[in-house]
């Protein structure tokens, strides 16, 4: 059983648009989410994070929001650069390694 | 600042060779180490973590092992792989088991 997961497999976004990418988890114990992006041939790296407690965070580019009630969250990426194209990975955690979605494969077209 | 290292980059090897990859975090003490494989088109599975010198916890059974024989190495390990053994291996540190975790480059492991 998937416990986070990432439905669109790829996203297309024009440079200079926002890029949303979507997470949607299952435990509702989940207290901490974390974005990571991911070029190929090279390990994930760490982007942002929220707990729970919060319903937005935001660093630079990037912002994450949460709804738990829905169970789901998101990543903005606000204006979409070119460099941004990698795979995003969303993860979750209550006190316990992370747990990794599937991955959106985002390509920022010039 | 912390850093860790992974190799080799690329493997191959043979359908019933052993294996072993190494990787060594500098700059901390006490991490969280882990071991995950992404297989093609797939997303990251845990293998194994270890909040401690010998301590090792396996998410998945298989025919892969990992030890840590000091604070900061971390070991994946097989006495005979298969094909389905093929993949990007990587290899991450924590301070804690809920806080970010820091990847290395990761191995490409090719079976032949």
């Known amino acids: 059983d998937q416990q986070v997961k990432q439905n669109s497999p790829s996203l297309s976004v024009q440079e200079g648009r926002i890029s949303i990418l979507n997470c949607d988890y299952t435990n509702s114990m989940f207290d901490y989410f974390l974005w990571y992006k991911k070029y190929p041939a090279e390990g994930p790296t760490f982007l942002i994070s929220?707990?729970?407690?919060?319903d937005k965070n935001e660093d630079g580019r990037f912002t994450v929001f949460l709804n738990k009630s829905a169970k789901h969250l998101s990543l903005h990426i606000v204006p979409s650069q070119p460099g941004d194209s990698a795979v995003y990975f969303c993860a979750a955690s209550v006190n316990t390694p992370l747990v990794f979605g599937k991955g959106t494969r985002l390509s920022v077209i010039a | 600042s912390q850093t860790i290292h992974q190799w080799p980059a690329t493997l191959v090897q043979p359908v019933g060779s052993p294996l072993s990859l190494e990787c060594t975090v500098e700059?901390?003490?006490?991490?969280?180490l882990y071991w995950y494989r992404q297989a093609a088109g797939r997303g990251l599975q845990l293998l194994f973590y270890?909040?401690?010198?010998?301590?090792i916890s396996s998410e998945v059974p298989q025919n892969l092992s990992a030890s840590r024989p000091q604070d900061r190495q971390f070991i994946l390990s097989s006495k005979k792989l298969l094909l389905s053994d093929s993949g990007f291996y990587l290899c991450?540190?924590?301070?804690?088991?809920?806080?970010?975790?820091?990847f290395g480059d990761g191995t490409r492991l090719s079976i032949l």
């Open positions: 270890s909040v401690g010198i010998g301590q």
């Open positions: 929220i707990s729970s407690i919060k």
């Open positions: 700059g901390t003490s006490n991490p969280n």
């Open positions: 991450a540190w924590s301070v804690e088991v809920n806080q970010p975790q820091h």
